[in-house]
């Protein structure tokens, strides 16, 4: 007669919760299934479907029907399956899914060492009698249980406790398949490395999907690529082979062979041989921390940059100074003696190799803190100069420069910046033209007088009529044609890839904010050359002591001259004395001030320094003018007016005083600011 299920009801092992259904049926010899829905209170919303079969048992060398009634008796479904006793059926027990072995003793002693190595299930152990030697040496060998044949009520309790841990171990990994984070169990296995007992969803996703996951037994799911630290892959391993737990960062790859970053640790379990694996994709985090890096890496060289500045323009102030007290003493010389004197020409060498030294200072201080793009006279010949240091460190080396400066070429008012932009755009287009077979380089500064006829000639821009610098740059490269020709002030347009594209467009739109004009001659197979027009800036007539136009009763007028170089103090007095100015001189602020409080009534001018020791130009002139503020004041710098008054804003100064400068400029300035005055 077929046996029937009882009536339904819960089970013992079930989770605790409102029972929808539950419906049994028998099929097979042993075999028995039974299908649960159980729902959780609504406001969990959670559902689990148990589907059969239940529990799936191993009997070796145990009565299947004796294991099959105990479990009918304790409302147990399960799924029995029998592996015959012999040598040969060890190599099948890792091969087979089950929930629990149950073994008789005999074969549990010669089968022990397998068992605990091959199958990671609990195993019960049925003995004919069991006595404290018997149990005790079963739970020594890492059986569950031991169990007599008349137990069958405590070998129905440990199936039942079974099936709780199941039941805890499917809501554990069903919890577990929700975390971020990749989660694995492994087993060592002496000889074939390590086993992996369980992965969840992440790590399975990781990895590249369930097919990936499975392809090997490796533990940490550590797949090498490119960029894999193989030598911390093997420190790792070796930590773990003596047992002990690992924490590190690596590089891995999912199963598309995408690289990403993971934090893993490894620790091992109370149960020896077994490891528990957790890791975590932390790429976000390393580009975050890159990221980080990178910026610090930044502000690190903004401020050596800053630091540079700081010396540079040190360093320039101090040149100024030394220039200053060359150009005066240079003038005064030149002055004392008679204009056919034959040092005459070594004084204007001095003169002329000062100014091109103050031309190269000046980049220094645009350097340490440029200013807002002011006009002043630039000398082509001196930026050419300069220009070519930069140049031919971008250049390659099958190039060869060469220059034909004209020395009498007027100077043109500018923005020294924008001036060395046009050089050096064409210059580097010059040399992209000549990039692959090498060739020649030639720069042409000259002069040239337009006249109306003339201007109109001029294919891009239009010069006006009158004396213009002239700046002309040829190569030997492969030419164009006249279509391209055309092009080639357009942005973004180059005849070569790779190239920059932008730069000739810049030179022309430079060029006709100046109204100037360009020329371009090219031929397929002749190279090609540039010509730029500068309009020349308009004269300024040197004057000596001898043609400068004395004060009225100089000799009731006094100066205040206010730097700390002693050599500047010498020269402002050597120049002013003899017009009949009196000059007081003082090396710092502080000092200035005190003059200035004692003689204020007699001081018409104040001329001084913008950087020096104790107390700097700006903040003298302050308390300067807190005293009385009638009194003009002068401030003498290595900036051009429109940096020192970004500079030195809030201040009151009626002028600026440009380092170098020569004493006609010095007694020019005096007057001016004493005329403006009205003194």
Not at 338 to 355: C, G, L, N, Y
Not at 415 to 435: F, G, Y
Not at 455 to 482: I, K, N, W
Request: proline share 5%.
């Amino acid at each position: 007669m077929p046996w029937r299920a009882p009536p339904a009801r819960p089970c013992r092992w079930v989770i605790p919760g409102p029972l929808v259904r539950v419906s049994c049926s028998v099929s097979g010899r042993y075999n028995t299934g039974r299908l649960l829905d159980v729902v959780q209170p609504e406001n969990r919303v959670f559902r689990m479907s148990v589907a059969t079969p239940i529990l799936s048992v191993l009997c070796l060398d145990v009565d299947p029907a004796w294991v099959a009634k105990i479990c009918r008796d304790e409302e147990i479904s399960l799924d029995i399956q029998e592996l015959p006793w012999s040598p040969a059926a060890r190599a099948r027990l890792q091969d087979l899914t089950l929930d629990v072995i149950v073994i008789s003793e005999s074969v549990f002693r010669i089968w022990q060492d397998t068992v605990q190595d091959v199958v990671v299930r609990p195993v019960i152990v049925v003995a004919q009698e069991v006595d404290d030697s018997v149990a005790t040496a079963g739970l020594r060998w890492g059986a569950l249980d031991v169990v007599s044949r008349r137990q069958g009520a405590r070998l129905g309790a440990r199936l039942h406790g079974v099936l709780r841990g199941r039941a805890g171990s499917e809501l554990l990994s069903e919890a577990l398949s929700y975390l971020d984070e990749s989660l694995l169990i492994a087993r060592n296995r002496s000889t074939d490395g390590y086993e992996v007992i369980y992965r969840n969803s992440a790590c399975i996703s990781r990895m590249g999907g369930p097919d990936h996951a499975q392809e090997d037994h490796q533990l940490l799911c550590l797949a090498p690529g490119p960029r894999t630290d193989r030598r911390k892959l093997d420190e790792i391993r070796q930590d773990m082979r003596a047992g002990q737990p690992v924490r590190a960062e690596l590089v891995d790859y999912r199963g598309d062979a995408e690289m990403f970053w993971t934090e893993f640790s490894a620790a091992p379990l109370t149960t020896p041989g077994y490891w528990v694996v957790v890791s975590r994709d932390v790429t976000r985090r390393r580009e975050a921390e890159e990221n980080a890096q990178r910026l610090r890496e930044l502000v690190i060289r903004s401020q050596k940059h800053e630091n540079t500045a700081v010396l540079a323009a040190g360093i320039a102030h101090d040149f100024n100074n030394i220039l200053t007290g060359i150009v005066g003493s240079a003038e005064l010389a030149r002055m004392a003696l008679a204009p056919e004197h034959s040092v005459q020409k070594d004084i204007e060498t001095i003169i002329q190799a000062s100014e091109r030294a103050a031309e190269l200072n000046r980049e220094l201080l645009d350097f340490a803190g440029p200013g807002k793009g002011s006009l002043e006279s630039v000398y082509l010949n001196s930026m050419v100069t300069t220009m070519l240091v930069i140049l031919r460190s971008q250049m390659q080396k099958s190039i060869v420069v060469r220059k034909a400066l004209r020395p009498d070429i007027p100077p043109i008012e500018a923005d020294p910046a924008e001036i060395q932009q046009v050089m050096l755009n064409l210059c580097l287009n010059a040399s992209e033209a000549m990039a692959e077979s090498g060739g020649t380089l030639s720069i042409t500064t000259d002069r040239m007088e337009i006249a109306d006829d003339v201007a109109d000639m001029f294919a891009y821009g239009r010069p006006q009529p009158g004396l213009h610098a002239v700046f002309e740059v040829s190569d030997t490269g492969c030419g164009m044609e006249p279509a391209l020709v055309r092009r080639i002030f357009e942005p973004f347009f180059s005849s070569k890839e790779g190239a920059r594209g932008i730069g000739l467009s810049v030179v022309l739109s430079i060029v006709k904010a100046y109204r100037g004009g360009i020329d371009v001659d090219t031929a397929p197979g002749h190279g090609t050359t540039v010509r730029i027009l500068l309009p020349a800036a308009p004269e300024r007539e040197r004057r000596g002591v001898e043609e400068v136009r004395r004060p009225r009763d100089a000799r009731h007028h006094t100066v205040l001259f206010v730097d700390d170089e002693e050599m500047l103090r010498s020269l402002a007095q050597r120049a002013l004395e003899p017009l009949g100015y009196r000059v007081l001189v003082a090396p710092d602020g502080v000092e200035g001030v005190r003059i200035f409080r004692e003689h204020m009534a007699e001081i018409d001018l104040v001329i001084l320094d913008l950087s020096m020791p104790r107390k700097g130009g700006e903040d003298a002139c302050k308390e300067m003018q807190a005293i009385n503020a009638r009194i003009p004041v002068l401030l003498c710098c290595g900036y051009d007016e429109a940096s020192a008054q970004e500079k030195t804003r809030g201040s009151r100064f009626a002028g600026y005083l440009a380092k170098p400068f020569g004493v006609s400029t010095l007694i020019e300035a005096v007057q001016a600011t004493m005329d403006k005055a009205g003194s």
